[in-house]
């Protein structure tokens, strides 16, 4: 979580971390909540940063975006309204509008400044997402949409996306069992939340947790496994439902789901790749289990 001259430097837990190349700082400062830094590195362009730890980059955030939507999404009939807590680089908000259903995103995002840098600096990443009709982008506490805002005003949403920082600091309140059972009163009858984990192999005891949270308050919980490299590890999400159940599908559905929707603009995501991510190692099994 530091730059050592021409070196970022992440922890990944208290005995490893990786490195990127850190090329040329194109800004950097702090919010009212956070600092961070845009730097053009010569792994992944553009790259961004939020108090030393890696959230995104021109180069590999199909990785991660791609399968944070695409593997709940694609399970739902004419996806049309969704939520993204966090989000603010609209990574996420891009991907949902590639289901031509989508009628309205909601992004709330805590920090504006978030929303600015990624305006100004990651338009590869979000792809005008951010200015699109039909994202209504509120600059609020997520915490407080979910449990006030959004019941009074009616709201149902077939996905709701928990894109945040880790579970630690202003995020930690939107990782707990209370909350995703706000979340759980707020989904359609075919809604899912979608999340990520954390490393399995450096954060185990983290992304275990997580699950045995998520396994209290939905009926089916699939957690999923991808290689992120921007966060130099195995990487776990994962999609919680009463309603829907990504394994139910098969890779041919997958594909076909796609060509029929018209989303062809995929560099990571497919019905092979959908299936694959559910494969799981045993030590992962292992790290699951109650």
Request: aromatic letters at 10%; glycine letters at 8%.
């Amino acid at each position: 979580m530091s730059s050592d001259n021409d070196r970022l430097i992440e922890a990944l837990n208290e005995n490893a971390g990786h490195y990127l190349k850190s090329g040329r700082l194109i800004e950097a400062g702090d919010t009212p909540f956070q600092s961070y830094e845009v730097w053009d590195t010569p792994q992944f362009g553009r790259l961004f940063r939020l108090d030393g730890f890696f959230m995104t980059s021109e180069g590999d955030e199909f990785f991660y975006h791609e399968n944070l939507i695409h593997v709940p999404s694609i399970c739902q009939i004419d996806p049309r309204r969704a939520l993204i807590i966090g989000g603010g680089d609209g990574g996420s908000a891009d991907e949902l509008f590639k289901h031509p259903t989508m009628e309205k995103v909601t992004l709330v995002e805590l920090d504006q400044k978030v929303v600015d840098i990624a305006r100004r600096h990651l338009p590869k990443v979000h792809n005008g997402a951010l200015d699109d009709p039909r994202l209504d982008l509120q600059i609020a506490d997520g915490l407080a949409y979910v449990r006030t805002t959004a019941p009074a005003a009616g709201e149902r949403f077939d996905l709701i996306v928990l894109d945040l920082t880790d579970p630690i600091g202003p995020a930690e309140a939107l990782y707990t069992e209370a909350f995703f059972t706000d979340c759980k009163r707020l989904l359609s009858d075919q809604g899912a939340l979608s999340l990520h984990l954390g490393a399995p192999v450096f954060q185990g005891e983290r992304v275990a947790m997580l699950v045995t949270r998520l396994r209290r308050v939905f009926n089916t919980v699939r957690p999923h496994f991808h290689y992120i490299p921007l966060y130099g590890s195995l990487w776990g999400m994962a999609c919680a439902s009463d309603h829907i159940d990504p394994l139910r599908l098969s890779p041919v559905e997958v594909d076909q789901r796609l060509l029929s929707r018209g989303i062809q603009q995929l560099q990571y995501y497919n019905g092979d790749t959908h299936r694959a991510a559910f494969a799981q190692p045993n030590y992962i099994r292992q790290c699951l289990t109650p």
